[in-house]
């Protein structure tokens, strides 16, 4: 069995961060410091979640070998 994997748990919550970061600064009532701060955080969020793309992937390409 495949243990679980943390990048893999948190990807939906990482990924709601990330939507709610994006709706902030489109929405034009952050400042400038506090959008690149936002700015900031959203792509650490997007790292994080594309490793847990990145390491699903893998997931997925070792139990097809499996087969």
């Known amino acids: 069995m495949v243990k679980k ?8 919550s990482d990924l709601k961060k990330l939507q709610n970061i994006l709706e902030d ?8 410091e506090e959008s690149i ?3 900031r955080e959203g792509v650490e969020l997007s790292k994080k979640c594309q490793k847990a793309l990145d390491d ?4 997925i390409k070792v139990l097809d070998n499996e087969k």
């Open 5 to 12: 994997n943390t990048n893999l748990s948190n990807f939906e």
């Open 56 to 59: 699903a992937k893998q997931i």
């Open 37 to 39: 701060e936002k700015y």
């Open 25 to 32: 600064i489109e929405s034009d009532k952050l400042s400038l």
